[in-house]
């Protein structure tokens, strides 16, 4: 796939703002990286063509060409769907003991993911867990789960042959008060489908636990299917967050994106294998890549972006110290304030600027101010602009109406321009310019 995409993406080398047909192209491909990456069609559809109103019309940044732009708009359009709400590794496990119930088909990985589970819970955060199998389906699944709880240093509910799923939940329960534990996890039975008796088992060992998590385990491997099950689940028992195992396989993680998409459940962890360590916290970034299957672009990118603005910066530099600075300047420094959070932001990256930042701050500059202050500069006319020393009275009148704003506000604006110019210059001159490169670097 990558090879075919990158095809597609070098032959977009146009410049400027991204068109409808270079969107389009490369759009075209993006959509089989999606399918190829098990998404569901109708999840691919509309995201495609909500990356698709996006795009039009941005502007490309110098030295990528369209085609890698839109890939890096996919890419965080795919963050961000992606994102759940919170953080996805932090269970709500106050209150001792706190039941986490694990539900799933059989063989998605609950057993494994309970004890993974078990183990971090205990190793990070120093809880005491309780395990119990409600497994009374398959032969020896319940001396599965001690194995594994014998392996990670965890409890384990004793076996008692001949109990319902309910009768050992309100035993796990019970015990896990007693002894003391803060959490007690419920590994249930899974089948190959689900069926209405699967279903019923889990609402009632729910209503009986009342978990503060209820975790859904799913094969990441199986794609499509693996949304209808987490939906199908989510109405009937309620989910709290979803489980991706299996993640280490060849699966390209499209599952993620159908499940977040349909379902909008949150996806809190993936199984990266069968060792007793091999879990992570969800990452969107990591899938978002996965997915697509091309990182090296997006980073590509975003370093071009990074450049840009690295040289936009020497050339104003340049023209700093020979003592130019007008009105598109100040309209630069002022965005530029806006994009790195305001006025300390800003200057604080800057040694020697510190008190330059106060006068400003003096001066009554704040990120309010900001806004006002770009808007009085759009309403001069090109000219005025570049020199605003031509401005006259009534001129300046009809700027600060345009903006919304009286005359005051522009006079102040224009001190402004005129003390900064005369800072950039004196700086400028201040070894030859060699602490302010130093700064902007
Ligand atoms: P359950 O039926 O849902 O309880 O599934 P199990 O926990 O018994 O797991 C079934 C199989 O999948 C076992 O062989 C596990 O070792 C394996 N397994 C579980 N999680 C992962 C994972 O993240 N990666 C890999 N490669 N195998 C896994
Ligand atoms: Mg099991």
Avoid: C, W
């Amino acid at each position: 796939l990558s090879e075919r995409l990158s095809g597609v993406l070098d032959r977009l080398t146009k410049q400027g703002a991204l068109s409808e047909d270079d969107v389009k192209t490369a759009l075209r491909e993006v959509r089989v990286a999606l399918l190829e990456a098990d998404v569901s069609l109708p999840v691919a559809r509309d995201f495609i063509k909500k990356v698709q109103d996006q795009a039009t019309g941005q502007a490309v940044t110098k030295s990528v060409t369209p085609g890698q732009q839109v890939v890096k708009i996919v890419h965080d359009a795919l963050v961000d769907t992606l994102t759940g709400e919170g953080d996805p590794g932090a269970l709500k496990i106050d209150n001792a003991p706190a039941p986490i119930l694990m539900v799933g088909l059989q063989g998605s990985g609950k057993t494994t993911t309970t004890a993974k589970l078990a183990k971090r819970l205990k190793e990070r955060d120093g809880k005491r867990v309780l395990m119990a199998s409600l497994d009374v389906n398959r032969p020896a699944a319940m001396e599965q789960l001690q194995i594994l709880g014998q392996q990670v240093g965890v409890d384990t509910l004793p076996i008692v042959k001949g109990e319902d799923p309910v009768t050992i939940a309100k035993r796990a329960k019970t015990q896990a008060s007693l002894g003391g534990y803060d959490v007690y996890m419920l590994d249930t039975a899974g089948r190959l489908h689900i069926d209405a008796e699967l279903i019923q088992q889990a609402a009632d060992v729910r209503d009986v636990a009342n978990p503060r998590e209820t975790l859904l385990v799913v094969d990441g491997l199986t794609g499509q299917d693996a949304v209808n099950v987490a939906t199908e689940f989510d109405d009937k028992i309620g989910v709290s967050g979803v489980v991706l195992t299996r993640m280490d396989g060849d699966g390209r993680g499209g599952a993620a994106l159908s499940m977040r998409a349909i379902t909008g459940k949150p996806i809190r962890f993936v199984g990266t294998g069968e060792k007793m360590d091999a879990i992570e916290t969800f990452e969107p970034e990591r899938i978002a890549g996965r997915i697509l299957g091309m990182g090296d672009i997006v980073s590509l990118v975003e370093k071009a972006q990074q450049t840009i603005e690295a040289e936009q910066a020497e050339r104003m530099m340049k023209r700093f110290q020979k003592g130019q600075f007008n009105m598109n300047d100040l309209k630069m420094q002022l965005e530029q304030m806006q994009k790195m959070g305001g006025m300390e932001g800003m200057m604080g990256m800057m040694p020697g600027m510190g008190k330059m930042a106060k006068q400003m701050e003096g001066a009554g500059i704040d990120d309010k101010m900001l806004a006002h202050q770009i808007a009085l500069i759009q309403s001069m006319t090109k000219k005025e602009r570049a020199n605003p020393k031509i401005l006259q009275a009534s001129r300046k009148k009809r700027i600060a109406a345009g903006a919304g704003m009286e005359v005051s506000e522009l006079n102040k604006l224009l001190k402004m321009q005129r003390q900064m110019g005369d800072m950039m210059k004196k700086m400028g001159k201040m070894g030859k310019g060699g602490m302010l490169k130093q700064a902007m670097k």
